[in-house]
C-alpha cells in the first residue's frame, strides 16, 4: 500500500538491549503487519537535547494557554 506522501516517526526505547537485537525483530513485526519500512536507525541522545525538547515542550504548552 502506497503511502502517497504521509511518513510517521517513531522511537523505542531498548531498556538495555542491543540495537542490532531489536531491529529484525521490529522490522520483521512492521513488514508482517502490511506496512512498510523505510528506515530504521539508532539515535543518541544527550543530556543537552533531552533539556532543549522539555523547554520547547514547555514554552508550546505556554503558549497555548495564552
Known amino acids: ?7 510517521n516517526a ?3 526505547q ?4 542491543a540495537p542490532d537485537e531489536v531491529a529484525p ?6 513488514n508482517d503487519n502490511g506496512l512498510e ?3 530504521l536507525h539508532t539515535e543518541q541522545r544527550d543530556l543537552e537535547t533531552v533539556f532543549a525538547e522539555i523547554t520547547a515542550g514547555s ?5 497555548a494557554h495564552v
Open 1 to 7: 500500500m502506497p503511502s502517497q506522501g504521509r511518513a
Open 10 to 12: 517513531y522511537g523505542l
Open 14 to 17: 531498548l531498556n538495555g538491549r
Open 25 to 30: 525483530k521490529v522490522a520483521r513485526a512492521i
Open 37 to 39: 519500512l523505510f528506515s
Open 59 to 63: 514554552e508550546m504548552q505556554e503558549v
